[in-house]
Every structure is written in structure tokens, then in C-alpha cells.
């Protein structure tokens, strides 16, 4: 499971005494209005778009750049209502997708799954667990929403058809 929370843990979010309060759940245990943002292989940006019936910005809150991977911390924001609608840490492998589009993901004003559609980049939406959790002091405040509130999420994996990552992310929605 430590390997799937990466991006999350890379942003030191979270300490070792919080992974506790994260609990891996089935697929089928998301409860609604959660499990149709979270249980689908589609993107967020465009599942979160529908929900919504409004653009969905992106607001980032950290990013590093290393050699393998560009990774950020972000929250999902919608456009009219200025409404948080999620919380991710996300790492993007460059390498995966063209000059042009790292170039367009590095500026950090457009979700990913926004820039891969616009972009017409062929990939798959695989994810790979549910979780709830608590709301630690970050993410509360990222999403405005009080410590401890319970809140669902997932980790999901961009892949290429033919395999290859293009990114891991964690996705936390907001009740």
C-alpha cells in the first residue's frame, strides 16, 4: 500500500501514525455520492467536469522536479463556484508523453486529464485502491472542509496502451 501512496507521502502530508487512519477499502464499500467520482476508469478532471457541470481548475500547492518524474500537490477547484472539489498529490513521468505536452503540464494551469484529452493522448485510467481517511490539518484546509472529516479517495495509475506510466496519483474528493 506504501508504494501506491507515494505521491501523497512524498508531499509529507501525512506521518507514519496518520497512515492508521487511512483505511483500504473495496471497490464496492465506496459509498455514495463518492463512488461515481471515485469508481470508474475514467479521469478525474473529466468525471469531476461532469459531476460539477463546471470547468475544473487546477491549483498547485508544491511541485518538485526530479529526473525521473515531475511531481506536484494540487486541489481540484471549480470554475464558477471557486468549489474544491479534490485534493491530489500526483507524480507525472515526462519521458511518457511529448515535449509539448510536458511542456504544457509543467506550467501547472490545466489538470492533467484535461491536458491528455486536449491533447488526444492515448492512455487508460487504472485504479488500483480505495481508501478513506481522516482529514488531516493539509488536506482539510486544501479542501476547506474541518480536520477529521472523513473523506474517500483512490490511487490511480496513467498508463500508455502499451504499459508504460505515464503518472501516479492519489485522489481525495470532498463530501
Not at 488526444?120 to 482529514?135: E, G, K, M, N, T
Request: charged share 25%; aromatic share 6%; proline share 3%.
Amino acid at each position: 500500500m506504501l508504494c501506491e501512496l507515494n505521491p501523497l507521502l512524498n508531499f509529507n502530508t501525512t506521518t507514519e501514525v496518520d497512515l492508521l487512519d487511512i483505511n483500504l477499502i473495496n471497490a464496492k464499500d465506496v459509498t455514495a455520492p463518492y463512488d461515481k467520482l471515485l469508481v470508474h476508469k475514467r479521469d478525474m478532471t473529466s468525471t469531476l467536469k461532469e459531476n460539477y457541470q463546471d470547468d475544473i481548475l487546477i491549483r498547485v500547492l508544491e511541485e518538485r522536479k526530479g529526473e525521473e518524474a515531475y511531481a506536484r500537490e494540487v486541489v481540484l477547484v471549480t470554475k464558477e463556484a471557486g468549489l474544491c472539489v479534490e485534493y491530489g498529490a500526483i507524480e507525472i513521468y515526462l519521458n511518457a508523453v511529448s515535449e509539448k505536452v510536458s511542456a504544457v503540464i509543467l506550467e501547472g494551469k490545466i489538470p492533467l486529464g484535461e491536458i491528455l484529452n486536449k491533447h488526444q493522448v492515448d492512455y487508460r485510467s487504472c485504479p488500483s485502491q480505495f481508501f478513506h481517511l481522516s482529514a488531516d490539518a493539509k488536506i482539510a484546509s486544501a479542501l476547506g472542509v474541518d480536520e477529521a472529516t472523513e473523506l474517500f479517495g483512490r490511487c490511480n495509475q496513467l498508463t500508455r496502451d502499451s504499459g508504460e506510466a505515464i503518472a501516479n496519483i492519489v485522489e481525495i474528493v470532498r463530501p
